[in-house]
């Protein structure tokens, strides 16, 4: 779910796009390990509203931020979470670029102090390609409550770097960051395991690259290619226009491969040692910069080892799951009553002030029965439910729990040779498809990937929530105090469903045209953290929801519009909507729907939320107007034209199935680069809906 | 000689020491990267509801790893549990 107005808006620039660096200004790359609080940081230094979350890989692509401080402009990137410049995944590759080729004046390095060691890993590895290099310390009180404390003063003199601590969640520590880069020094880049005799072995090549003069240290590029990891080569081709066929490189790599054979040296190894002097000054350091006492963190053992319990696991994750969809349900119910009662009323006052006003009739129409009905009913279905689920959701993620449910489902995953981590894009999926597939990023193997790309649109987003819980309420969840209990209990069954399908298409597909095995896949399970309540809901509110709904309005407006013109213009005696409907409908019949439902799915691409407003225009179009105010009247209206529990059965499977909409096909074309593989994203879930549909509708039929 | 033991073997709640790694290429890497360097304690914490993977402690981080994965970690007994 990072799919909100800052990381997309206009207040940030993604990598790929430009960015221009006025006079005294000065770029400031933040990096880091995943999940250490560099978004957090970066939100608390730009102002800006990146959104963060307890789990790693929440930031997928880089944002930049600015601040402007005493005549001084600052640019503040925040890049991707990264445990190694050794990329494995698209986005660590798009961190590891940055920080070799992004220019950046200085790289703040961001580390979490209850894991001092793994982060200087990564401290040390930037170490040795740029000397601008400034460490803050994190969640320093997360570690004192750890009884872990940090000598910062000693780190500083270890490292030869200047080192800050802070809590940045808590705000505190942060101001002390600009002063110190206003000061700032760099110091030379230096190296954690080159041997001597490893480096008179690759001399030929460092002596290659000085003459060069690159903006990266030789001995650290001579060392790389000789390990010859080939996205990096990739990268150094592309940045510094290196031609890696050059005879003169060749010629050295080959002399400098065979001075390392003679010591018994090839790549693999050559990468060891560097990998391993690096663990080990990390480690050294680490024993002289911490201090720990030694405290249980039974608590937290506790609550892991119910939630992966071979059965209480299940059950603990399936409550969760069903009592926010309950949340959700029954809190939304009466404030969708309230809004759509005012919006209504609303409406019938906009239409006399617009008769009085002596507008025409059809154009009144237009406005009030056309653009406006659709609007206020977008907004009365959709603002409830997502207003609970968002932050509902957002708390969820911020304790930590996310990377639990990926966890638990990993062997699921294996079983279909995909990858663990696509269940964290299948959440991301719950808010909005686009979003999910953009942080398909995070999986490392391509062909993973696609497969999280191509099956992302299982999961229900927030613009096919509403929908369905409104047919559930209408038709399956009854009357009574436990009517909202039964809603929530029949959206988790589909949820389970989508599940579902996404596995089996994922086995589908790895057995077809994405063949191979599953590869190797680590997967961080972060602390559990407290979630700042007040926070989360305010930002959850303002951030996502607003941004989802403005982006449904700009949808549902033109498309109330188009939909009241087909709706009124007549071709030969029958308007043009009854026309697409006729036309529609008995192929909509074979699958238990209706030509109108059909339709308004078709003229749903836009965006989701616009499909039953369509739907009932259709219906209405035709007779008498009457209100929809209420799902009761809605209940009315499907009842008149013909729905019985099968053609809402039908409607909810082909909610949960069905097309992307326009902004994920959009993104998914540029995810994967390919056309074929954005009809394959939109055919597949088609194809299954329309399977199972036909499926219900056929077995409906045999039954009653 | 005693037999080889690989971290998949290892129980949940017990701990070893890292001795060496037997993967190549990029997971090897990583795997170091992210601290299962030689000569590191790790212990198995629990195991996933599906059964696979397990959770580790390693360097206090918790890391995931599929059994396919920690076969390719070798241990060997710690020198207290």
């Known amino acids: 779910m990072g799919l909100t107005s800052s990381s997309v808006g206009s207040g940030a620039k993604n990598a790929d796009g430009s960015l221009s660096r006025g006079e005294n200004t000065r770029l400031i790359a933040l990096a880091g390990n995943p999940n250490v609080g560099k978004s957090t940081l970066f939100n608390a230094l730009t102002g800006m509203r990146q959104h963060t979350g307890n789990w790693p890989g929440k930031t997928v692509g880089s944002a930049y931020g600015t601040l402007r401080r005493e005549g001084q402009n600052w640019i503040f990137a925040d890049i991707p979470g990264t445990y190694s410049l050794m990329a494995r995944s698209a986005e660590e590759a798009v961190a590891r670029d940055l920080l070799l080729f992004g220019e950046a004046d200085a790289v703040v390095v ?11 890993n990564l401290v040390l590895q930037i170490l040795e390609i740029c000397g601008d290099v400034i460490v803050c310390v994190n969640l320093l009180d997360e570690a004192a409550r750890k009884g872990v404390s940090v000598n910062l003063e000693a780190l500083s003199g270890l490292l030869g770097v200047p080192v800050l601590g802070m809590s940045a969640g808590r705000g505190s520590g942060i101001d002390a960051l600009i002063p110190v880069l206003e000061q700032f020094k760099g110091v030379q880049p230096r190296s954690f395991c080159c041997s001597c005799e490893i480096e008179r072995s690759i001399r030929p090549l460092i002596d290659y690259f000085d003459a060069y003069r690159p903006p990266l240290p030789p001995r650290w590029l001579a060392a790389r290619v000789c390990e010859g990891d080939g996205s990096l080569m990739d990268s150094l081709h592309r940045h510094m226009g290196m031609d890696l066929d050059d005879e003169e490189l060749c010629q050295a790599r080959d002399a400098a491969l065979s001075n390392l054979g003679e010591l018994g040296i090839d ?35 506790k609550i892991d080892l119910l939630l992966t319990h071979k059965i209480w696991g299940w059950v603990a994750m399936l409550l969760l799951l069903a009592g926010a969809l309950w949340l959700t349900i029954s809190g939304a119910n009466y404030p969708s009553q309230l809004l759509s009662r005012a919006l209504f009323s609303l409406g019938d006052m906009l239409n006399s002030a617009l008769t009085a006003l002596g507008l025409p009739a059809w154009l009144t129409s237009l406005l009030c029965e056309g653009v406006y009905k659709t609007v206020a009913w977008v907004v009365a279905v959709m603002l409830p439910p997502m207003a609970i689920f968002f932050p509902l959701f957002t708390l969820m993620e911020d304790v930590g729990f996310l990377p639990r449910v990926a966890f638990n489902l990993d062997g699921f995953f294996k079983r279909c040779a995909a990858c663990g981590k696509q269940s964290l894009t299948m959440c991301m999926g719950f808010g909005c498809n686009a979003a999910g597939v953009i942080g398909c990023r995070i999986i490392d193997s391509p062909r993973e990937r696609l497969i999280a790309i191509l099956t992302n649109s299982f999961v229900p987003c927030n613009g096919r929530f509403p929908t369905m819980i409104a047919l559930i309420t209408i038709f399956f969840a009854g009357n009574g105090a436990m009517s909202s209990i039964r809603s929530a209990v029949i959206l988790t ?17 790895s057995c077809t045209i994405l063949s191979g095995v599953p590869s190797s896949f680590t997967l961080e399970l972060p602390p559990y953290r407290r979630p700042k309540v007040g926070e989360v809901i305010v930002r959850s509110i303002f951030d996502r929801t607003l941004f989802v709904l403005v982006r449904a309005l700009k949808a549902a407006a033109p498309a109330g519009l188009i939909i009241w013109l087909l709706a009124n213009v007549s071709l030969g005696g029958e308007t043009i909507l009854a026309r697409c409907c006729e036309l529609l409908d008995p192929a909509a019949r074979l699958i238990g729907m209706d030509g109108a439902i059909l339709l308004a799915f078709i003229v749903g691409i836009p965006a989701n939320e616009i499909v039953i407003p369509v739907m009932l225009m259709c219906y209405l179009s035709g007779g008498s107007l009457m209100d929809y105010g209420s799902i009761a009247q809605l209940r009315g209206i499907l009842l008149a034209n013909g729905w019985s529990s099968v053609t809402a059965l039908c409607v909810l499977i082909f909610s949960l199935m069905h097309w992307p909409c326009a902004t994920t096909l959009m993104t998914i074309k540029k995810e994967s680069g390919s056309l074929g593989y954005t009809v394959l994203a939109a055919a597949l879930p088609t194809v299954c809906g329309i399977v199972l549909c036909a499926l219900v509708n056929f077995a409906a039929h045999m039954l009653f | 000689m005693p037999p080889v033991n690989t971290l998949s073997s290892l129980k949940c709640g017990s701990g070893a ?42 360097h206090d981080t918790v890391i995931a790893l599929r059994s396919e994965d920690a076969a390719g970690i070798l241990i060997e007994s710690a020198a207290e549990p």
């Open chain 2, 17 to 58: 020491i890292v001795s060496a790694l037997n993967t190549a290429g990029a997971m090897r890497r990583r795997l170091m990267d992210i601290g299962f360097a030689p000569g590191s304690p790790v212990r198995a914490l629990f195991r996933s509801c599906s059964g696979d993977p397990v959770a580790y402690l390693i």
């Open chain 1, 493 to 509: 069954v589909l949820i389970v469903l989508g599940v579902a399908m996404t596995l089996a298409c994922s086995k589908l597909l």
């Open chain 1, 110 to 120: 961001v580390c979490d102090a209850t894991c001092l060691r793994r982060n200087l």
């Open chain 1, 267 to 301: 790549s693999q190894r050559l990468s060891d040692i560097s990998a391993q002097g690096i663990s080990d000054s990390a480690g050294n350091i680490c024993t002289q910069v911490i201090s720990k006492i030694p405290r249980g963190t039974a608590r937290e053992g």
